[in-house]
T-cell receptor, first 112, second 110 residues
């Protein structure tokens, strides 16, 4: 069984660039989440989709972060424009309704 | 304040020792989940535990939803158990999004 797949695994961007991170959830899952993980803040929710509908986007992240889910098997997270403080690991996760949540391996973003 | 409080924040064990990690929640919750993470690694689900006790090998999770707490017991610790253990809760009426604690960093020494 394929788990949650995230690409790329690593991304280096210059300040001001636009980057797009990709995620494929577990087949059949209808909940999809984007989280950001840093040493200082820990895990923070960026966006939450249920059956492709946006349920929540983290208030503090609305400004330059936009997650989309054009179909049930693919989601993107766009950061535009990037800033050095966006350097973090971005994690995608999925679940089937209110059950166990599975995470991808993450994308490590470095903004210079 | 923190909705998910984990203790201790860090723990050093001699190989073979047992340990208990605690997780307390400040709001009512539907379920909770324990994750394991190595430095630079991904989050691996260890237990999905809406309530009661579950065991997997040397790990045991006990969750009491009404008392808003969960524990993770590690028995006969091994060096490969080193890493960070995070607990997360799914709140009532919040979909299935998880709110995480800051984690317990475990180091098992030979």
């Amino acid at each position: 069984d394929a788990g949650v797949t995230q690409t790329p695994r690593h991304e280096v961007a210059e300040k001001g660039q636009t980057i797009i991170l990709k995620c494929e959830p577990v087949s059949g899952h209808n909940d999809l989440f984007w989280y950001r993980q840093t040493k200082i803040q820990g895990l923070e929710l960026l966006s939450y989709f249920r059956s492709k509908s946006l349920m929540e986007d983290g208030g503090a992240f609305k400004d330059r972060f936009k997650a989309e889910m054009l179909n049930s098997s693919f989601s993107t997270l766009k950061i535009q424009p990037t800033e050095p403080k966006d350097s973090a690991v971005y994690l995608c996760a999925s679940s089937f309704w209110n059950t166990e949540v599975f995470f991808g391996k993450g994308t490590r973003l470095t903004v210079v | 304040g923190q909705q998910v409080q984990q203790s201790p924040t860090s723990l050093v064990l001699q190989e073979g020792e047992n340990a208990e990690l605690q997780c307390n929640f400040s709001t009512s919750l539907n379920s909770m989940q324990w994750f394991y993470q190595r430095p630079g690694g991904s989050l691996i689900s260890v237990f999905y535990n809406p309530s009661g006790t579950k065991q997997s090998g040397r790990l045991t999770s006990t969750t009491v939803i009404k008392e808003r707490r969960s524990s993770l017991h590690i028995s006969s610790s091994q060096i490969t158990d080193s890493g960070t253990y995070l607990c997360a809760m799914e709140r009532n009426s919040a979909g299935n999004k998880l709110t995480f604690g800051i984690g317990t960093r475990v180091l098992v020494r030979p």
